[in-house]
């Protein structure tokens, strides 16, 4: 399992219809890879975690949209496996690791696909999905 730490981009705004289709114009317009996303509305509000080819330009675009915070995160690169995230997130329990929120990207059979986590101490993680 490779794991390197990361910066995913956090944006808040308002929830509308086609929220996420503004978002991704802006960022095919300006060259930017989407290499993972979760999105969720929660009392009015739309919020968008987004790991990006390029978090500077994106959060220059982005803040036109809304509020805009810098997270970091571990990307986690899972083989598409049974029990691969079992064994990942065995060994963050294991080491007393609390996982503040985790999401990943569909891969094509026999692919990795990337998970992407926040925990309370992200270097520790790292350390030991690394080790």
Do not use: C, H
Not at 24 to 43: H, L, Y
Not at 108 to 126: F, M, R
């Amino acid at each position: 399992m490779k794991a390197v730490k990361a910066t995913e981009l956090l944006l808040i705004a308002d929830n509308k219809v086609g929220k996420l289709a503004e978002i991704s114009r802006e960022v095919k317009e300006n060259g930017i890879n989407v290499r993972a996303i979760s999105a969720w509305a929660f009392d009015g509000k739309a919020y968008f975690r987004l790991v990006v080819s390029d978090n500077a330009k994106a959060k220059k675009i982005l803040e036109s949209l809304g509020t805009v915070e810098e997270k970091e995160v571990i990307i986690v690169d899972l083989p598409d496996e049974v029990g691969q995230l079992f064994n990942l997130t065995t060994k963050l329990k294991n080491n007393g690791i609390d996982i503040r929120y985790i999401y990943g990207t569909a891969s094509q059979p026999g692919s990795s696909a990337i998970v992407i986590l926040s925990s309370d101490t992200n270097e520790k993680a790292l350390e030991i999905i690394s080790g």
